[in-house]
């Protein structure tokens, strides 16, 4: 696929950023390359945080089905809706989607949920799945919050050092409670995952057949329990 790089709008960083997230999602052989396996009875995908759309763009096109991509962020919707006009591009948050029930046999989100609040997130998501539905996610290990910190530290960003002592914490709150908070100063929501921490929150949203991966990418893979909401 030919990207394209006129922009009807201004491309922002962000939108940089997704682009070459863009390109990793078409290259099968880039290490950074993670996708979701789709199956023909997806007929009705959502992808949470998708940014300008990588991931449907990637993986999810075919005749019929109906591609639904939510974001926090404006210009990264912006984008979406003017290149990629077979996806639906949706303003909302992981926490409150804006979906009735069962609308959706697939969820997918890749690297999102770490910037939400993940008990409350899977309750949503089981919410608009289908009965059986199933969910794809992509997940932040401790490794990359220890990558930061150290990274802040040595730059004396002191701000982002308390900003990522907290994402440890509240990570850590998500293993042992299942329990997390918001940063007080930007009211923002992060944590790091464990596998315990997914599969107890997992199993509390109404989740079976929880399958998780750890190695280049943290993946977690999991079925709406027939009838669960
Ligand atoms: C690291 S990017 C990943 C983008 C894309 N899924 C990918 O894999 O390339 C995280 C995305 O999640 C969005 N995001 C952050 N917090 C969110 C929330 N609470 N609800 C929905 N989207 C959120 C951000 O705006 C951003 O586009």
Redesign the pocket.
Known sequence: MELETDSLVTETT?VS??LS??A??LDPDSPRHAMPQLVAGDRAIL?????IG??LVACAQAPGRRLVG????HD?LTYGRQHFGHIEFVH????QLPFREGAFDLVV?????P???IGR?LHEIARVLGSDGRVWL?LHSFAKTWAEFKRSLGRRDYKDVLFRAYVATNGSLLHCLGRQFRFPRNRR?ESFQTSWGMRRSLEKAGFTDIHIRRGEHFICTARKRGGAQ
């Not at 939510?70 to 962020?73: A, F, M, P, S």
């Open positions: 962000t950023y997704h997230e863009l990793i999602a992808d949470i945080g998708c940014g990588q991931t939510l974001d926090i962020d990264c909302g948050t992981a926490e989100s890749r690297v999102a949920l910037y939400s609040d997130s992509s929501c």
